[in-house]
């Protein structure tokens, strides 16, 4: 699979002005990669990540968790890769994609974890065409699986994450 090549086109709701214009995914997940200064076993993970519905989910969960940590992140990645990861949900069926119209968020279950992504900001995207399912008031049980959000990416590529970690006395 090339990654250059994954181009996405959010729906727009009916009756906005602006179109859907077609994205560039790959370029956007390397510039929050950049924001945040992955490393190289990180950003080959999100390569392994970006090839499946459940990895594309853990890896947006990555990036937004990560965030926290940097000024300004550059969000760009996230309309486009919400949207892809339930484009190949439908394909893979590695994940289910619901969205709360009253909570303004699109949820994604998978085999292992469920996860939320607050899309209400995200007003001219037609999020209830991107969903699978459409829920009110859905009742989320996921857990806060972003302390872990490192781990489930490196999970992609196979990595032991023993191996990559540092102890204290290694800083």
């Known amino acids: 699979m090339n990654l250059d090549d994954i181009i996405v086109t959010p ?12 994205v560039h995914l790959w370029p956007l997940i390397q510039a929050a990669l950049d924001k945040i200064e992955a490393d190289d076993t990180t950003r080959d993970a999100a390569q392994y990540a970006i090839t499946c519905s459940d990895g594309c989910v853990v890896l947006a969960n990555y990036l937004n968790s990560e965030a926290k940590r ?3 992140m550059d969000y760009r990645f996230k309309v486009p890769l919400i949207v892809y ?12 994609s619901i969205y709360d119209p009253e909570e303004g968020a699109v ?22 065409n991107v969903a699978d ?6 009742e989320w049980s996921g857990n806060e699986n972003q302390t872990w959000a490192l781990d489930l990416l490196l999970a992609y590529q196979e990595i032991d994450i023993e191996k990559f970690r540092r102890e204290p006395d290694d800083v």
């Open 11 to 22: 729906p727009r709701k009916e009756g906005v002005l602006t179109s859907s214009e077609p």
């Open 70 to 72: 940097v000024k300004k």
């Open 85 to 96: 990861a339930a484009e190949l949900a439908r394909q893979d069926d590695r994940a289910d």
């Open 107 to 128: 949820y994604f279950e998978t085999d292992e974890d469920q996860f939320s992504f607050h899309v209400f900001k995200d007003w001219t995207v037609d999020w209830e």
């Open 133 to 138: 399912e459409v829920i009110k008031n859905y």
